[in-house]
């Protein structure tokens, strides 16, 4: 389960490593796919460049490597690969056909622990802007991309599928009727995951998750440092601005044009991070793991999405996929919340 504001991270700087990394015994049926494929099929099969992979190999390895390095243990850079190609394709099948050697069981476990290590670095790479200088950078970011002045990032849910759970099954049965994790994400303007809340059924409503997650408790209690911007789910709160149910004048009209246009800054995050991994994509079929390892994973593709947006890695855009919206949310009696969203609109729009 994830939920956390990390106020001590230590950032993971991800800068070509020259010296990359020892080279592995490799079991001699199987090709590894570093020596075999060229950039830009790397690239294609595992949507990271080469010196991303062998970074990220170089964080995991004490965690993937058994210290006794028997002849026959999987080295930690296939099992990276194997993980990498799962995210990317969401088979299993599609794996075991691209590296020799492997069977399906080897490969889930591999998944399974693979992503169990990664995961638990999460706070290395999804933070929060805590410090006054982080909190700016973002504020002038949507302030100048969209007149949305003091806003510190967006929340949205988002409904990831997974197959069905071994216990209360009936609570993971979404509103679009499959089973489901209900994701919230936090970004920032430029696109990357700040906040994530992996842990909660997909028939929780999206503001019962914000509702008991740390960082509403965080806002609650420095709701000086600025505002999120949210859906009609949301409550409307002092630091959580959602828009008008019913605007009237041009200024309320205005106010609601800008916050949507801000706000989809939120859903160009999660179209991106699904598109580079179609594990976590609706379309792709559900994570076809237990739901302990897909929390695991879907964790894991976050912190990869942060890793490809801050190199600047492209991704192909794949059309969006269907978005239910949440029932409108009738707490709406925060009087703070409503002054400052009308003194914003008086002074702004």
Excluded at 96 to 121: C, E, F, Y
Excluded at 150 to 177: F, Q, S
Excluded at 189 to 212: E, M, Q, S
């Amino acid at each position: 389960m994830y939920d956390l504001i990390s106020k001590m991270a230590f950032q993971v700087m991800f800068q070509p490593n020259n010296n990359a990394i020892r080279r592995e015994r490799i079991f001699r049926d199987r090709t590894h796919p570093l020596d075999v494929y060229d950039d830009f099929e790397l690239m294609r099969r595992y949507r990271m460049p080469r010196e991303a992979i062998l970074n990220i190999v170089d964080i995991l390895t004490d965690d993937l490597e058994p210290k006794t390095m028997r002849s026959h243990s999987v080295p930690a850079s296939l099992q990276v690969l194997t993980d990498l190609r799962y995210y990317a394709t969401g088979s299993f099948q599609q794996v075991v056909g691209d590296l020799v050697g492997l069977s399906q069981p080897t490969i889930s476990r591999i998944v399974s622990r693979t992503s169990r290590a990664l995961a638990a670095k999460v706070a290395d790479f999804i933070k929060f802007p805590l410090s006054p200088r982080e909190q700016l950078a973002v504020k002038q970011g949507f302030s100048s991309e969209f007149n949305m002045p003091n806003t510190v990032g967006c929340v949205d849910g988002k409904l990831i599928p997974i197959k069905r759970p071994t216990e209360r099954e009936d609570a993971y049965v979404c509103r679009k009727m499959f089973h489901a994790l209900n994701v919230q994400g936090v970004c920032d303007n430029k696109k990357r995951l700040t906040n994530l809340v992996v842990k909660w059924p997909g028939c929780t409503h999206d503001a019962h998750i914000w509702n008991n997650c740390e960082l509403m408790n965080y806002m609650e209690n420095h709701h000086n440092i600025g505002h999120l911007l949210g859906d009609s789910a949301y409550p409307l709160r002092q630091y959580l601005l959602t828009p008008l149910r019913n605007p009237v004048t041009p200024g309320e009209r205005a106010f609601n044009s800008a916050h949507k246009r801000a706000r989809q800054r939120i859903e160009d995050t999660f179209g991106r991070w699904k598109s580079r991994w179609m594990c976590i994509r609706k379309y792709g079929g559900p994570l076809t793991v237990n739901l302990e390892t897909a929390i695991d994973v879907i964790v894991s593709t976050g912190i990869l999405h942060n890793i490809c947006e801050d190199l600047g890695i492209p991704v192909d855009l794949l059309d969006p996929e269907e978005q239910v919206n949440e029932d409108e949310n009738d707490d709406t009696q925060d009087i703070d919340g409503r002054h400052l969203r009308n003194r914003l609109i008086a002074e702004r729009f």
